[in-house]
């Protein structure tokens, strides 16, 4: 692969885009990235707040759909490689409707592979998630061999996706590798997922909702970990591969939940045991040798620093889940949660 100078990053508002977004910036020093967002609710310019003056002529930042084609076609001809985040990613949501799951997921993806085709093929890089995998019992672990099995809405569109990817390596040579990677956590996620929920909640002594009985067993990886393990891929990875990534941390969710009340000093009172999720996977885990192996990757922190790091962001940026935890995010939360106390 011929290297890559100009980076178009899709979704890089949410929140590991701009982790992503600030690490190659701060760690890939020739490189200048265009971010392509359309700001849904997932989306927020915060999370970039002064990075085109602190990274003069290196980053720059485009309001659109990735379903525009004409726009992402110009986009994609302008920059030698994608990296592509820009999705829906919660899965409750998904259950609750899953037509912008297919919309953003599956068609978006689309409208980018085939704007890669148009102009001749480009480097492409489709971030995926272990969940494509489906659910794991209490042994074993998730490998690039492992059969494609989604059980919910949300991980059947990225599932759609990754197989849309597979089809236009096979059939148009497009240079696109797939990155699967297990739970992230770190600063800027929104706090509807598992961890930023359970630090905001507990940080304003509201109720911390465990589903089910908090058993199932989530593997969690720090983003930043993530981010640079998809820019090996970027850089080394083989077209047509996949590679997945984790953190080698398996926890059941009431363990997660049980650290961040100690790391907080907040009372084990607060955990309300709610009714489970609808098909909720037991346990995913990760089996990353090959990244290791083949991209020369590594974690770099163990969950338990990743999470002293993460809560600590929390409490030094209280205005910015405060904001996040008002507007659309409220509604979503009182209709799927309804008033628990
Ligand atoms: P996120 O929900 O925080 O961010 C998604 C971003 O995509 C937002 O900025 C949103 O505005 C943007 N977006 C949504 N629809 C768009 C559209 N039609 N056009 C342009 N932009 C659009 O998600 P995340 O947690 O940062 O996940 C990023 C990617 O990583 C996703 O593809 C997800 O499937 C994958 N992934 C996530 C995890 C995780 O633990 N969060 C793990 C593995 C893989
Ligand atoms: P989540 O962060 O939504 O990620 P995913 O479903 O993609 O793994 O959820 C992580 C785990 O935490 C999952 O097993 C569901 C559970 N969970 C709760 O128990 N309570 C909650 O309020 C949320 C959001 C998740």
Known sequence: MSKVQKLLVTGGA???????IHHTLKSRAGLILTNLDSLTYAGNLRNLEGLEK?????????????????????LISENDAVVHFAAESHVDRSILDAATFIETNVKGTLTLLNGALACGGCRFVHVSTDEVYGALGDEGAFT????????????????????????????HHLDAVITRCSNNYG?????????????????????LPVYGKGHNVRDWIYVVDHCEGILRAL????????YNFGGRSERKNLDVVHAILKALK????????????????????????????????RQSVTFEQGMETTIKWYLDHKPWWQEVKTGAY????????????
């Open 14 to 20: 949410g929140f590991i885009g701009s982790n992503f």
């Open 54 to 74: 602190q990274y003069q002529g290196r980053y720059s930042f485009v309001k659109g759909d990735i379903n525009d084609a004409t726009l992402t076609a110009r």
């Open 144 to 171: 690039e061999s492992t059969p494609i099995a989604p059980n919910s809405p949300y991980s059947a569109s990225k599932a759609g996706s990754d197989m849309l990817v597979r089809a236009f390596v096979h059939t």
């Open 187 to 207: 600063p800027y996620q929104f706090p509807e997922k598992l961890i930023p929920l359970m630090i905001t909640n507990a940080l304003e002594d509201k109720p």
């Open 235 to 242: 850089e080394a990875g083989k077209g047509g591969e996949v």
């Open 266 to 297: 907040k009372p084990e009172s607060l955990i309300r045991y709610v009714e489970d999720r609808k098909g909720h996977d037991w346990r995913y885990a990760i089996d990353c040798r090959k990244a290791e192996r083949e991209l020369g990757w």
């Open 330 to 341: 409220r509604d979503f939360y009182s209709r799927y949660y309804g008033d628990i106390k």
